[in-house]
């Protein structure tokens, strides 16, 4: 890992990220929030990049601000894939109903809510039967010597296609999540289909659905309508790869809403990329996108948080004009669908309560341990917080932000 001379500052990792004591919507019989989801029709001028330096944001040790509005993040969603199944769903994110209590809970639904059998993936072709071979004869004739064997066809990459059933729109309901983007490489697997049973399912159970062309989500949170924006570098989502039209739906979700909140899919995928690259980064031959550079336009254009994940691995955070950037939470839960080997088991919940002026009043980082199976559970050591101030620190230098041992994220101290 990238400048170990400044691991010194890792101490402040060592302890136990805490969940907040911000309370569930249903925890004390407060109501819900309200949630829509809403398609923009953008028509607001792109703004031009901001030159801006970063500044310190709200979260020290002289706030002033409150939060309106507490939101918890997590990384990519699935829960298996069809006909791999948890034997008892609505019990298998039952250890983190703590951590997902937040009036909003966002994540990546990584597949389809659906039972359409026809993927994206090729069906395999199948293996003609041998041939029988000739019983050798006891004394076989001498052959030539053998050419060289001829180099075999490369196998095709592995096509991934998750599915789940309709009914687990309810159990990720009843798990607290409120909003879900399908703003990612899965959420057409199962084509036009997947696309429309999974945005029937989300509506049925009361989960509002960002990332589809021209879609925003929008919650009323206590009487603060938070828009939630989510991109990925597909022509089928939000294209993060078109710069003019990304920006002018954050400026006219920032019109009709009072907070904004981006997610982007975006970046190369797995352990060895952990760091952001500081450029276009690619995967299995597509353009990615630039993490860095779409995540400070998207502020520049009026975001007041921008969460990520896709990479499948944890990513650094920094402070960008005073607003927190997650560039990757990594993969919140799986069951079989995804590694967890080494870092890959890595991962966190990010508790980010926003003020009026949509900096963070707060922000918490709670550490996080993938079982074999891809089941989360609270992490005592903290590894996860570890790993993502190590990697803050190498990409941002004096902009990264830090996790303390109580799990509160703050600017880098000067001077370190």
């Known amino acids: 890992m990238r400048h170990r001379g400044r691991r010194a500052l890792l101490v402040a990792a060592a302890g136990v990220a805490l969940v907040s004591g911000c309370r569930a919507h249903g925890s004390s019989g407060a109501q819900p929030p309200t949630a829509t989801t809403v398609t923009s029709s953008p028509s607001v001028p792109s703004s031009s990049a901001s030159s801006a330096a970063p500044t310190a944001p709200s979260t020290s040790a002289n706030v002033t601000t409150r939060p309106v509005v507490t939101i918890v993040a997590v990384g990519d969603v699935a ?65 030539p010597p053998l050419s060289p064997t001829p180099s075999l066809t ?42 429309a049973d999974t945005s029937a399912a989300l509506r049925a159970a009361g989960i509002a659905q ?113 607003h927190l950037v997650a560039y990757s939470l990594g993969d919140f839960v799986g069951y079989g669908n995804f590694s967890t080997t080494g870092t890959l088991a890595l991962t966190g919940a990010l508790r980010v309560g926003l003020d009026r002026a949509g900096h963070p009043a707060v922000a918490q980082f709670t550490s996080l341990r993938l079982d074999a199976s891809g089941r989360p559970a609270v992490d005592p050591t903290a590894r996860a917080a570890g790993f993502v101030n190590e990697l803050s620190v190498a990409d941002f230098g004096a902009s990264a932000a830090v996790i303390a041992p109580s799990g509160q994220v703050n600017p880098r101290p000067s001077g370190q």
Not at 110 to 134: D, F, I, M, Q, V
Not at 157 to 174: D, E, I, K
Not at 241 to 249: F, I, N, P, S, Y
């Open 79 to 143: 829960l298996g894939n069809t006909p791999k199944l948890p034997a008892a769903p609505s019990n298998y994110l039952a250890p983190m109903r703590a951590v997902l209590s937040a009036p909003i809970v966002f994540g990546n639904l990584e597949g389809a809510l659906t039972n359409a059998s026809s993927s994206k993936c090729p069906r395999p072709t199948p293996t003609p039967a041998a041939t029988p071979t000739a019983t050798p004869s006891v004394n076989p004739p001498v052959s």
């Open 154 to 195: 490369p196998k095709p990459p592995t096509c991934f296609a998750f599915r789940m059933p309709t009914s687990y729109a309810s159990v990720l309901r009843g798990a607290g999540f409120s909003v879900l983007n399908s703003a990612n490489n899965h959420s057409h697997d199962f084509g036009a289909r997947g696309v």
């Open 210 to 322: 960002s990332g589809l062309p021209g879609q925003t989500a929008t919650v009323d949170a206590g009487g603060v309508r938070v828009a939630v924006v989510g991109f990925a570098p597909y022509a089928t989502t939000n294209n993060l790869l078109d710069d003019v039209r990304a920006r002018q739906m954050i400026a006219t979700a920032k019109q009709s809403a009072d907070l904004v909140v981006v997610y982007m899919h975006t970046g190369a995928e797995g352990a060895d990329a952990a760091h952001v690259a500081g450029g276009e980064e690619r995967y299995l031959g597509e353009d990615r996108g630039n993490p860095r550079a779409f995540a400070h336009a998207a502020i520049d254009a009026g975001a007041d948080l921008v969460v990520a994940s896709g990479p499948h691995v944890l990513r650094g955070m920094e402070y960008y004009r005073g």
